[in-house]
């Protein structure tokens, strides 16, 4: 394993996969930094470029990018209580009062720090949790895969913001979108409706490009008007001492395992792992009232658990090809567009790309604590770049972007309709994380299932009768029931609480 790793780590070394794993990872940063930006609409917009690469340089650019748009999200949060992605939202609690009352340097400081150890630590179950899962994995057959993505279909819509029922729905929406073109199994097309265009089915890029970043454009487009007030502070107190390290110890360390545990679920994401590692920091506190007023605690503990997130979201993908987050579907995209194969047999057919992506991981989470440290104060000065400079450009990418994948504007249309898709399914309250995962994971799961089929001759007695399979199911029955059980009691809850209301006050 170390030499495999040694290895991966001496390849990154050289200066090509040098540069761009650096150039990813200061582009993810400067991303993540502008309001309205995020690391999933960088990546699916660096996708046509990766094109012609080799497979290592183009996911180790990629990895660079989703390491550093994780952490520049940090800037916004503390500077202007603008979150620069879903997952630095709880950052805004205690990183924006500390920097209102002149402390930004401090917040920033500790966020930054955090984020690194928050790496690191996910980094190193990377390392001695995914071979081993892989191995495991090998053992599946089809109807253990098959209740496997279903169940992390069902937690993903479980936990996805909003309601269950519109996760469950844009899931579903993202399966249906992935049916056109040819039957795998009879050859034949099917919902193409007799259009050409359509035989080859809807294409991962365009959709990816269209739903994360046309949509965004979009909204952005919407709120255009919209003035950044600007904050000039020092950033006094960015390192933190060591008498800092001795007090954050055990708070950085468990909150940057909950993320990687968060990660490791599908499909959960980084906001989740915050949220849990904030809570737990704020539970298990000796000043419980300062957080939310600029505690330290809360700051630490929000950084250091959505960047510990990356490396456990690479767990499952690495070993199952099950993306861990949304940014996972799209590096699973990634590597389809490469012809590789993700899931257990990686690590035995491409085994140099698999190390390629565990390196890169902390290789960029170095170089993020080095970039960030050394150039936060110029990094935050492109909050201020207007978006009506930024919003042209990044529409001639998506464009580029897509006519390039086969020089047909079919794939610019899809691009374009996918974007207002997803902007109205925003509007709507649906989540776009189980419509992607959705449509990546829609034809493995249909491919299991009818292999598992056809070796059955048709039974589907294996899905309850061998053991993971009715695992899966089990756990899957459960997530779905659980939120309206939960409701239910709520309710019961309420009532009761009225009933005993109004004895008191007759």
Not at 381 to 407: K, Q
Request: contains cysteine; proline residues 6%; charged residues 10%.
């Amino acid at each position: 394993m170390f030499d495999a790793l040694f290895g991966a780590l001496a390849n990154l070394a050289q200066p090509l996969p040098f540069a761009l794993i650096l150039l990813g990872t200061v582009l993810g940063i400067v991303v993540g930094a502008i309001p309205g930006l995020s690391g999933a609409m960088l990546i699916a917009l660096t996708l046509p470029l990766t094109f012609y690469m080799e497979p290592v340089n183009a996911i180790v650019l990629l990895i660079g990018m989703y390491v550093g748009s994780i952490t520049g999200g940090l800037i916004t949060a503390t500077m202007l209580r603008m979150p620069g992605t879903p997952s630095n939202v709880v950052t805004t609690f205690d990183g924006h009062p500390m920097a209102e009352s002149g402390r930004p340097g401090r917040a920033l400081g500790l966020g930054i720090s955090a984020s690194f150890v928050g790496g690191l630590v996910s980094w190193v179950v990377l390392l001695f949790l995914a071979k081993p899962l892989s191995v495991w994995a090998t053992r599946f057959g089809p109807f253990e895969y098959f209740t496997l993505i279903m169940m992390a279909m069902v937690l993903i819509a479980s936990v996805s913001q909003g309601s269950m029922v519109k996760g469950l729905i844009a899931g579903f929406l993202g399966m249906l979108v992935s049916m056109p073109g040819v039957d795998p199994s009879a050859g034949q097309p099917r919902m193409t409706w007799d259009w050409y265009m359509l035989n080859g089915g809807l294409k991962l890029l365009p959709v990816l490009i269209g739903v994360f970043a046309v949509s965004q454009i979009i909204g952005d487009m919407v709120a255009i008007g919209k003035t950044i007030k600007r904050v000039e502070s020092s950033m006094t107190g960015l390192f933190m001492s060591l008498k800092d390290w001795r007090d954050q110890a055990f708070n950085l360390i468990r909150s940057s395992l909950i993320g990687t545990f968060v990660g490791i679920l599908p499909g959960i994401g980084a906001s989740i792992g915050s949220i849990l590692a904030y809570t737990s920091a704020k539970n298990m506190s000796r000043t419980p009232e300062k957080f939310g007023k600029g505690s330290e605690e809360g700051i630490v503990a929000s950084e250091a658990a959505n960047n510990a997130t990356v490396g456990g979201a690479l767990i499952p993908l690495i070993a199952m090809g099950i993306p861990g987050s949304v940014i996972d579907a799209i590096l699973i995209g990634a590597l389809m567009i490469h012809s590789l194969q993700p899931g257990p047999t990686l690590f035995i057919t491409n085994p140099e790309v698999v190390w390629a992506m565990i390196a890169s991981c902390l290789v960029a989470t170095i170089m993020m604590y080095g970039v960030m440290m050394g150039a936060v104060r110029y990094v935050a000065m492109v909050m201020y770049i207007p978006r009506v400079y930024l919003l042209p450009v990044i529409l001639v990418f998506c464009i580029v972007g897509a006519f390039a994948l086969d020089n047909t504007m079919f794939d610019v249309w899809v691009m374009l309709i996918f974007g207002v898709v997803g902007f109205a399914m925003e509007k709507a309250g649906f989540p776009l994380g189980p419509f992607v995962i959705g449509f990546v994971l829609a034809p493995l799961m249909e491919s299991k299932l009818r292999t598992g089929l056809m070796m059955t001759n048709g039974s589907l007695e294996p899905m309850f009768t061998r053991p993971l399979p009715i695992i899966f199911l089990i756990i899957a029955v459960i997530l779905l029931i659980m939120p309206f059980f939960r409701s239910w009691r709520e309710r019961q809850f309420r009532g009761r609480a009225a009933a005993t209301t109004d004895e008191t006050a007759e």
